[in-house]
């Protein structure tokens, strides 16, 4: 007798069971497909704590040192100038020093001893030292370029002063990309002396630095880009300061580019020496051919006529 094997039925699906599948893929189309919600904006942080943070910050750097390369671009009659430069830069409180070698030559000396500032123009014929007041606008004759580097114009530009505390009472304000604006007021009388400060909020760190003139138009502006923890004298290492590896500082009407790109900086001053703020014994060392002192009041230069180099 023959045996017949039955095979095994194909099940049948439960009602409930096929509910549930039939809602699923019902929903599908809408739910596969779906984009996932926009993240709520960051909230601002208090205008106070960031104020309070920048000041620890720009606390450390007082002491501050580091090599690096600087490029300065501008536009002259009949075309583009560049320069490329080994750089040294001292700060000891108010002090400062910027020493720029081109090709191993001595280029310029930037300086201070916290009353004055100098720039020494070593690669000219005739060589020239010009002296300034320290809390004094930026000089009509000098190049934008090295006015720029001029002590604090270039410390406020890098992100390193503090806010001060002539703050807008309306606080941050929202700027693209999930970012916030603040203005204060520089550390330089005359024109150019309000600053426009773009903060990212989740580090308080700026990213970028404007400089207006007295109708609030953006006559430089300066880019913060690869911040990197910096050691710092008498801090652990979890409160070493963030400090921005690179600077890029262009003027409203773009012909003037100036770029830092910093190498091994540090807060400790290791190497920091008196020597390098004296000017008389810069003098000595340098011996310019012509020398100029500037004490009176010296204005701005109009953002839409920036000094020719």
């Known amino acids: ?72 671009r501008s536009l002259v009659e009949g075309g583009e100038s560049f320069d490329s430069c080994a750089m040294d830069l001292w700060r000891q409180g108010d002090e400062f ?3 720029l070698r081109k090709f191993g030559e001595r280029f310029l000396w930037i300086g201070s001893d916290g009353r ?48 001060g505390d002539q703050l807008r009472a309306d606080g941050l304000e929202p700027a693209e990309d999930g970012l916030f604006r603040v203005e204060s007021r520089g550390s330089v009388e005359g024109g150019w002396n309000r600053l426009r400060w773009t903060i990212e909020p989740r580090r308080m760190l700026p990213v970028a630095v404007e400089a207006l003139d007295d109708q609030g ?25 963030q400090f921005p590896g690179k600077v890029f500082i262009r003027d409203a009407t773009g012909e003037t580019d100036v770029r830092i790109f910093f190498n091994r900086p540090n807060a400790r001053g290791d190497r920091i020496k008196p020597a390098l703020f004296d000017l008389e014994r810069l003098i000595e060392t340098f011996k310019p051919e012509r020398v100029e002192h500037r004490l009176d009041r010296i204005p701005s230069p109009s953002p839409k006529e920036p000094a020719s180099p």
Do not use: H
Request: net charge positive; aromatic share 6%; charged share 25%.
């Open 1 to 72: 007798m023959t045996r017949r094997v039955e095979r095994n039925p194909r099940p049948i699906a439960r009602p409930a069971t096929l509910a549930l599948s039939l809602t699923l893929l019902w929903c599908l189309p809408f739910t596969g497909c779906a984009s996932t919600p926009a993240a709520p904006a960051a909230a601002p942080p208090e205008l106070e704590r960031v104020r309070a943070f920048q000041e620890r910050r720009a606390a450390m750097f007082r002491t501050l040192e580091s090599t690096g390369t600087i490029e300065l």
């Open 97 to 99: 020093a910027l020493r």
């Open 116 to 163: 004055e500032w100098w720039v020494f123009e070593l690669a000219g014929d005739p060589t020239r030292l010009v002296v300034m007041p320290l809390d004094r606008g930026l000089p009509t004759d000098l190049p934008l370029e090295e006015s720029l580097l001029g002590p604090r114009k270039l410390l406020e530009l890098a992100g390193l002063m503090p806010f």
């Open 217 to 241: 138009r953006c006559v430089v502006r300066s880019s913060l880009r690869e911040y990197e923890p910096i050691a710092a004298r008498d801090q652990p290492i979890g409160a070493w300061p």
